[in-house]
């Protein structure tokens, strides 16, 4: 168990819809980072949150957005959905300090969504 | 981004020492190597990273090349359990923080 929760584990919407995934950090860690993986591009980096501010961005669509709140929780917004979409979506977090590239990121059990 | 160049799959034995190739030539002085595995059905997961020195933990051991192009995964005795794909990871020293996932090796474990 990596201390990071993801829910739901698993969503099946349709095309056009929008969903929220949601993720808990390890307690005490202040970057949240969402990653999806599917068959064809495999594991790739979307956006970064440090203590609320978005830190960076990855390869993530328009249509895609996230936040991180004060207590820390962050969400990933999909909408207008696509059948593309459907993937696993992890969350990690890590303490974040200095440069960060030292740190280890921890990975939450992923959100499978499958779009109809 | 900088890549790693991994074999796409290997296959070992059970209580068999296991040695997961990883180039990465384009590293420069403060870079990092980090290895992370992904088991069936479940998120990535740390295993070690190292910086120019062989680096051990209880999960593995990182031996790097002495002109850094290259590093060794070493499980020392594969289980079953570590059957998984294993991503070695070149973190650039003044990069974000971000991953970047090759396709990495998928690991087969015989019984």
């Known amino acids: 168990d990596s201390g990071v929760t993801q829910t739901p584990k698993h969503l099946i919407t349709a095309t056009g819809q929008r969903v929220t995934l949601r993720c808990s950090p390890r307690?005490?860690?202040?970057?949240v980072y969402w990653y999806q993986q599917s068959l064809d591009q495999g594991l790739q980096f979307l956006i970064q949150?440090?203590?609320?501010?978005?830190?960076a961005k990855g390869n993530i669509l328009e249509r895609f957005s996230a936040q991180q709140f004060p207590d820390l929780h962050s969400e990933l917004n999909l909408s207008s959905l696509e059948l593309g979409d459907s993937a696993l979506y992890f969350c990690?977090?890590?303490?974040?300090?200095?440069?960060?590239?030292?740190?280890?990121?921890?990975f939450g059990p992923g959100t499978r969504l499958l779009v109809l | 981004d900088a890549k790693t160049t991994q074999p796409n799959s290997m296959e070992s034995n059970e209580e068999e020492p296991v040695h997961l190739p990883c180039n990465h030539s384009?590293?420069?002085?403060?870079?990092?190597i980090h290895w992370y595995r992904q088991l069936p059905s479940q998120g990535p997961e740390y295993v070690i990273h190292?910086?120019?020195s062989n680096v051990n933990n209880r999960m593995a051991s990182l031996a790097i090349a002495e002109d850094r192009k290259s590093s060794t995964l070493i499980l020392h005795r594969a289980t079953l359990r570590d059957a998984a794909v294993y991503y070695c990871?070149?973190?650039?020293?003044?990069?974000?923080?971000?991953?970047?996932f090759g396709q990495g090796t998928r690991l087969t474990i015989n019984p």
């Open positions: 990690a977090s890590s303490v974040t300090t200095g440069t960060g590239i030292q740190e280890t990121q921890y």
């Open positions: 307690s005490g860690d202040l970057s």
């Open positions: 949150y440090y203590n609320g501010e978005e830190r």
């Open positions: 384009t590293i420069s002085g403060t870079d990092y």
């Open positions: 190292g910086l120019t």
């Open positions: 990871i070149h973190r650039i020293g003044r990069g974000a923080q971000k991953l970047v």
